[in-house]
């Protein structure tokens, strides 16, 4: 069996949570320019430590990034076994909104780098812009959305809420819900 083959260690688990959530909370409070040795340090583990888990400041990116969207899809999941499916779709839209704005600058940092997260999210099992894309189907099946309304459509609506940078999101997001549900 080798090295990448074994299970992590208890505490080298634990230690790569940590530094996770710190980068996480670093990146979104501070931005991307925070060195990584001011993140294992905020962490309370060595350098080496982080480098162990991420050889580079891109790959703690994308598992900062990957590791949201992980949570996102068992959200996204969680919603798609209720019975009222159109409130499951406005649910993950709004929270996938508020996501964005909260670690954009993350998000376009990787999206700048030539990082795939689409296809990384795929092959994590984490596709969050599947689940929504599948919500946004049963949502209009159970007549709760449009069936007017494309999947492009709510990709042009998020971004338009990312661009929002007014003092109230939640409004924003309310007045395009009830711009996508159906008539009546």
Known sequence: MTRAQRPMRADAQ??????????????????????????????GVGTGT????????????????LDRMGQLSGYADSLAAEDDLGTAFF??????VREGAAHRGLAEA?????????A????????VSDRLRRLLSE???????????????????MAGCLAYDGPDPDRVIDVISRGLRVPG
């Open 14 to 43: 634990r230690n790569r949570q940590r530094v996770l959530r710190t980068a996480a909370e670093v990146f979104a409070a501070e931005g991307l320019s925070v060195p990584v040795h001011e993140i294992a340090r905020r962490a």
């Open 50 to 65: 982080v480098s162990r888990h991420f050889p580079t400041k891109e790959s703690l990116y994308a598992a900062v990034l």
């Open 91 to 96: 649910a993950l839209f709004g929270r996938l």
């Open 110 to 118: 990787l999206a700048g780098s030539g990082f795939d997260i689409e």
């Open 120 to 127: 990384a999210a795929s092959s994590a099992g984490c596709n």
């Open 139 to 157: 949502a209009q099946d159970a007549g709760a959305v449009d069936p007017g309304v494309t999947f492009a459509d709510i990709k042009a609506l």
